[in-house]
């Protein structure tokens, strides 16, 4: 398997639901970003590790809680999420954060939907 | 606060025509410029990437660089309806995130 893979696929929640997003890739890549897409919205940054180290949380609310046990492996924890945290939840990765020839490359996303 | 403007769109274009699709960016010291182009329900998609003034080409996409005008295109010939997507420009300065645009949605009519 190739790429950056992201489960679930589709995700429907209540707002009193906890849910974990997957996100794994098979690039050698050192650094893992979560993406929130809205309809009409720019992609908005959330979360970035490198080397397996949080080096940026954009103002998140605490409902969202990411972990990153290896450089391979990025999760998304949710918790009582609300109606207008529904969108498409993109992972990234790329090599060398911060580098001029950094490439972004994405996992397939998770459309979630909360009730 | 940085930015990166493209037009909503749709834009739309024939068959076998040129489509030329726009973006602007205000952070000057910006290095590196993307287009990702995203297909309905799925993922951004890595399509071209530019770092110098001036074209560069890769089979029938086209990006054009303008530093100074702050600006960079992507033009796609002999368009296809399998062109038909939203195309996100990306802007990221050294040391920085990129910095993404709304995307313009392009429509190649048959």
């Known amino acids: 398997e190739t790429g950056v893979t992201q489960t679930p696929r589709h995700l429907v929640m209540g707002m009193t639901n906890k849910k974990s997003l997957k996100c794994e890739q098979h690039l050698g890549h050192n650094a893992m970003y979560w993406y929130k897409q809205s309809a009409k919205k720019p992609l908005e940054l959330m979360f970035v590790?490198?080397?397996?180290?949080?080096?940026e949380n954009n103002s998140v609310p605490s409902r969202f809680s990411p972990e990153c046990p290896n450089s391979s492996h990025l999760f998304l924890h949710l918790h009582t999420l609300q109606p207008e945290d529904s969108a498409l939840y993109l992972c990234a990765s790329s090599q060398d954060k911060g580098a001029s020839n950094e490439k972004l490359f994405f996992g397939s996303g998770t459309q979630l939907s909360v009730l | 606060q940085k930015e990166v403007e493209q037009n909503s769109g749709p834009l739309s274009v024939p068959e076998g025509a040129i489509a030329s699709l726009n973006c602007t960016y205000s952070?000057?010291?910006?290095?590196?410029f993307f287009w990702y182009r995203q297909y309905s329900g799925k993922s951004p998609e890595l399509i071209m990437f530019i770092y110098s003034n001036g074209d560069k080409e890769d089979g029938r996409f086209t990006a054009q660089l303008n530093k100074a005008s702050q600006y960079v295109s992507l033009l796609i010939r002999d368009s296809q309806p399998s062109d038909s997507a939203t195309y996100l420009c990306a802007v990221k300065n050294y040391g920085q995130n990129f910095v993404f645009g709304p995307g313009t949605r392009l429509s190649v009519l048959p």
């Open positions: 590790y490198s080397l397996e180290e949080r080096v």
């Open positions: 952070d000057r010291g910006s290095q590196s």
